[in-house]
């Protein structure tokens, strides 16, 4: 049996099966024995989709949409359709995603298990706030539609659930309306992390999408330093840009990660330099998905693969957390081609287990330096343990069950949810 690799590519997962299945329709036939985990890309960075020893159920061909309603935007698919999927078929009907994630690699079923959100949080809450029902298969055989109004307990246990109480067939979305495919989007420089806060509170009052990029290498005066991009989806336009998406791809694993300190000072840097401050008219691929361009691009990180470090740190302690995660970060000497800083909204979310909620969240990419990263990795978990924060388990491949039970104080509740076939590599290792 072939090893399975998420996108960190940290370590190799070796399932004992992997079954196919090819129609929701179709009833779980599974082994006497082992535990059971769904597979859609393979796009969380960490194990919360990888089942060593068991079976994964690959949703590759679980891909058709099912229903369409271009005058509601109301869509109906299995759940291994993709958002690229979905976007190539709705976004020329006048139709957006509601939330989308910084891929659009991932499947329906991998965005309701870890309740995705996007640079919308603060207007629109998570993937979840948009679904208006699914189905979900348990391994007993049993069907439930939940929603909102039906099965409902099992509706907030499955979303952001990491794929454990059983396979989600389809899914129910309603979409967001568009005049076309652009965005109109605005963008400023900050020197620190004092006008970040002050510009990130303007800008979310009048946008419904920001984010800011960050620079997690600079030092002394220049830290916290940064570009903040906000958007809105783009007003009906006589004429609109001609626009083509460009393909590239990282062709090979280098035997070593070509991002070191010196790569990022000068990236980050010319990334600083080079950004245009004002208002332009963007694609909404390039602001949405700008590593989509490059596929494979986890290579460029070696063989030895990469950690995301991504954590959210509630409202009253987010200022003195994220200036003190940067300080770690800065003297460390280890960071982030693209390090991400944004704040979440208010509305709850539906999911025992969303990570999302009030406060700021801030993601990084590590290249895997083996005990050095896991040493810094230590420390930034006493900074968001500190200040009341939690750990993204679509991110993570290596939290310890303490910290997950700190920032999801909810586990106890969600596991009489769990489906008694479904595990993961991931669930196992926080619930030892």
């Known amino acids: 049996m072939t090893a399975w690799r ?8 070796e399932p004992a099966s992997v079954s196919r299945p090819d129609s929701r329709d179709a009833a779980l036939a599974l082994p006497p024995q082992g535990s059971v985990l769904a597979f859609g890309r393979g796009r969380s960075y960490g194990d919360v989709c990888l089942n060593g020893g068991g079976v994964l159920l690959h949703t590759a061909r679980l891909d058709r949409f099912i229903a369409f309603d271009r005058c509601t935007g109301v869509l109906r698919c299995e759940s291994g359709v993709t958002l ?3 976007l190539d078929l709705v976004v020329p009907q006048g139709w957006f995603l509601p939330v989308t994630p910084g891929t659009r690699e991932v499947t329906v079923g991998g965005a309701i298990a870890n309740d995705v959100h996007g640079k919308n949080h603060h207007a629109a809450g998570s993937f979840g706030h948009h679904l208006r029902g ?4 348990r391994s007993s055989g049993e069907r439930r539609v939940c929603g909102p109004d039906a ?21 129910e979305l309603q979409l967001a309306p568009i005049s076309n495919p652009f965005m109109q989007v605005r963008t400023r420089r900050f020197p620190h992390l004092d006008a970040f806060w002050e510009l990130n509170g303007a800008m979310e009052r009048d946008w419904p999408y920001t984010v800011a990029w960050i620079d997690c290498v600079a030092s002394g005066a220049a830290r916290g330093r940064g570009v903040f991009m906000a958007a809105r989806h783009a007003a009906p336009q006589g004429q609109l840009p001609a626009w083509r998406e460009k393909r590239r791809a990282m062709p090979v694993t280098p035997p070593f990660s070509l991002v070191n300190a010196a790569s990022l000072r000068a990236f980050n840097q010319l990334y600083w330099l080079r950004a245009r401050e004002g208002d332009a008219l963007t694609h909404h691929v390039p602001y949405f998905y700008p590593l989509d361009g490059v596929a ?12 995301q470090y991504q954590c959210v740190v509630p409202p009253a302690a987010q200022r003195d957390a994220v200036a003190e995660l940067l300080r770690r970060i800065s003297r460390s000497a280890q960071g982030s081609f693209l390090a991400v800083l944004k704040t979440f909204g208010t509305l709850p979310s539906l999911g025992l287990l969303s990570f999302a909620r009030p406060g700021a969240t801030l993601a990084l990419d590590f290249p895997n330096r083996g005990d050095a990263t896991l040493r810094l990795f230590e420390e930034l978990d006493a900074v968001v343990r500190e200040a009341g924060g939690a750990i993204y388990p679509a991110k993570d491949a290596r939290m310890s069950g303490a910290m997950f039970e700190l920032g999801f104080p909810r586990a106890g509740e969600f596991s009489r949810f769990v489906d008694p076939r479904f595990g993961s590599d991931f669930w196992r290792r926080v619930r030892a």
């Open 6 to 13: 998420s996108w960190g590519r940290l370590t190799a997962s």
């Open 296 to 307: 494979h691009w986890n290579r460029i990180y070696g063989r030895r693969g990469f950690h």
């Open 84 to 86: 690229r999927e979905i």
């Open 134 to 137: 699914f189905e979900l298969l």
């Open 151 to 171: 099965n409902s307990e099992w509706f907030g246990a499955t979303i952001g659930g990491l794929g454990l109480t059983g396979l989600v067939t389809w899914a």
